[in-house]
C-alpha cells in the first residue's frame, strides 16, 4: 500500500540543524523526599561519570548508545519525582531525526496523513481543534531490565537496567476524535504509525507499528505535549503516537502517517524486533521470530520497582521504610506489591498510594525490620487478573524484551 504524500516537507524542515550536544544541566535535586539514612556511599550509579550534554537532559542518565541515541535514567534520580520531569526521561532511538536533539527543532509545519475510509492531510497545528486530553502513564522499553536476564543467560542489545521506564503526562487529541469522523474501513484491525527518522543501517526501512486497533481506538492520543510543555523533538515532537499500557516501541515518535488495515505491517520493527516467543525457550536458545511462533511487544505486565534502598547500599538494622512503584496495562488494575527478605518463604503487603490515572504508576512503601547481615529483598506484583511477576524473567528471550521478573535488591544491614 504506497503512501502518496511524500514525507520530504517533514524531514527536511527537522534536517536543517544538525544534531546539537550543548552544556548539561544541572541534576535536580530538590524535589526528591528524604532518602534513608544510608552509612556508606551513594548506589554505585550515582558515582557514575557524568555523559556528555544532551540539550534539556540532565548530564546523569546512562549512556548506552550515542548513535542511535540510548539512554537510562538511574533510578536514584527516578525516585525523585512521581512524575517524572522531561530532563530526567529516558530516549530510546531505533532510528535518530536529524535535527532532534536541538530542544527549538519540534516547531514550524509538520504534516500528518491519515487514513481511514477517506484520508486526510492534517498540519499539526489543525489538532487543536479538537478537544486537548492528557493521560498520565507509564513509558517503557519493552528493553526495560534487559540486563536482569542476564542472570540466566546474556541476551543482546543495550544492557538496560531499570530506568528504561518513566511516569509521564502526554497531551494531545483522542486518536477517535481525529480518525472516526474519516470512517473506519470494513476489515480494519490494526493501525499502523509511520514515523520519521533515518535509519543506521543501510535498507532498513521506515519505522512503523502496529497496534490492534479496537484495543486502542479510546486510548491513543495523537500526543503534541508531554508534562504540560510543547513535545519536544527529542520525545517525538511535533507529534506523537501514544498507547498507553503499551510497550514504548509502539509509541511512535514524529509520526507522519496512520493508517487501519486488516493486517499489521510487514516492517522490520513489527516482524523481525520487538517480537516475543510463543512458547517458552531455554535460556541461551537461540529464536528466529515468524508470524507462526511469536506475537508483537504490546501490552505491558505488571511489574513493579524497588527504588529506596537501592543495590549495595548500607542500612542500620532496624525498622527501614523500603520505596517503590508498581504498574499494569491500565486494563486490570494493580493489586498488591509485596516483599520478601527470606528468599521468597514468606511475602509481606505493601501499602499502595491511590492511581493518578489506570496506566500511571502507582507509589508504594512498607516499613519491614531488617537484622544485621547480608540481605536480599525481593519485590513483586499482582494484578486484578491474576497475573503475578515470575520469580524469573518472564520467559528468557535472546533480544531480553519485556522482563517483569522479580526485582533482587542486596544490601548490608549493620
Ligand atoms: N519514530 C520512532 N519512534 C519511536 C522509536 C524510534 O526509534 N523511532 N523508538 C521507540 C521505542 S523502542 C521506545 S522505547 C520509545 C522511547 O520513547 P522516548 O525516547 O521518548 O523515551 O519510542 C518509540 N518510538
Ligand atoms: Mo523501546
Redesign the pocket.
Known amino acids: 500500500m504506497p503512501w502518496t504524500l511524500d514525507m520530504c516537507a517533514n524531514a527536511c524542515r527537522l534536517s536543517g540543524s544538525a544534531a546539537t550536544l550543548t552544556t548539561p544541566v544541572a541534576p535536580l535535586g530538590d524535589a526528591m523526599p528524604t532518602p534513608q539514612e544510608t552509612l556508606e556511599a551513594p548506589a554505585p550509579e550515582a558515582t557514575a561519570a557524568p555523559t556528555t550534554g544532551i540539550a534539556g537532559k540532565t548530564p546523569w542518565l546512562t549512556l548506552h548508545v550515542r548513535a542511535?541515541l540510548q539512554c537510562e535514567t538511574p533510578l536514584s534520580l527516578l525516585r525523585q519525582h512521581r512524575v517524572t520531569p522531561t530532563a530526567l526521561?529516558?530516549?530510546?532511538?531505533?532510528?535518530d531525526?536529524a535535527g532532534s536533539f536541538s530542544a527549538a527543532a519540534a516547531a514550524g509545519p509538520w504534516r500528518l496523513e491519515l487514513r481511514g475510509t477517506r484520508s486526510v492531510t492534517l498540519e499539526v497545528t489543525e489538532l487543536k481543534r479538537y478537544p486537548l486530553v492528557e493521560t498520565e502513564m507509564v513509558?517503557q522499553?519493552?528493553g526495560n531490565s534487559r540486563a536482569q536476564y542476564g542472570r540466566a543467560s546474556p541476551v543482546s542489545g543495550a544492557q538496560w537496567q531499570d530506568g528504561?521506564v518513566?511516569n509521564v503526562v502526554f497531551g494531545g487529541v483522542r486518536l477517535a476524535d481525529v480518525l472516526s469522523p474519516l470512517g473506519i474501513p470494513k476489515g480494519a484491525r490494526y493501525l499502523t504509525a509511520r514515523?520519521?527518522?533515518e535509519a543506521h543501517e543501510p535498507d532498513l526501512p521506515p519505522?512503523e507499528r502496529s497496534v490492534p486497533l479496537a484495543d486502542v481506538l479510546d486510548t491513543a492520543l495523537l500526543a503534541t505535549t508531554l508534562n504540560g510543555e510543547p513535545l519536544s523533538a527529542?520525545?517525538?515532537g511535533p507529534v506523537r503516537l501514544v498507547v498507553p499500557g503499551y510497550?514504548?516501541?509502539n509509541?511512535?515518535?514524529?509520526l507522519t502517517h496512520i493508517s487501519l488495515d486488516a493486517e499489521t505491517t510487514d516492517g522490520f520493527y513489527q516482524t523481525a524486533r520487538y517480537r516475543l516467543p510463543l512458547t517458552p525457550l531455554a535460556p541461551g536458545e537461540a529464536f528466529e521470530p515468524t508470524s507462526e511462533n511469536s506475537r508483537p511487544s504490546w501490552r505491558m505486565g505488571v511489574k513493579s520497582l524497588l527504588w529506596e534502598p537501592l543495590v549495595g547500599e548500607t542500612l542500620r538494622a532496624g525498622p527501614v521504610t523500603l520505596r517503590g512503584v508498581a504498574w499494569t496495562d491500565g486494563r486490570s488494575a494493580l493489586e498488591f506489591v509485596e516483599v520478601s527478605h527470606d528468599g521468597g518463604s514468606s511475602w509481606q503487603r505493601a501499602e499502595l498510594e491511590g492511581a493518578a490515572s489506570p496506566y500511571a504508576w502507582r507509589p508504594w512503601s512498607l516499613t519491614l525490620t531488617l537484622e544485621a547481615g547480608e540481605r536480599e529483598l525481593w519485590v513483586r506484583a499482582g494484578d486484578s487478573a491474576g497475573n503475578v511477576q515470575p520469580l524469573e524473567g518472564a520467559g528468557w528471550n535472546p533480544a531480553g524484551y519485556e522482563f517483569n521478573g522479580v526485582q533482587r535488591v542486596r544490601l548490608s544491614v549493620r
Do not use: E, S, T
Open positions: 542511535p526521561l529516558y530516549v530510546r532511538n531505533n532510528q531525526l513509558l522499553c519493552a528504561a518513566a514515523g520519521a527518522g519505522f527529542l520525545h517525538g510497550f514504548g516501541v509509541n511512535v515518535k514524529w
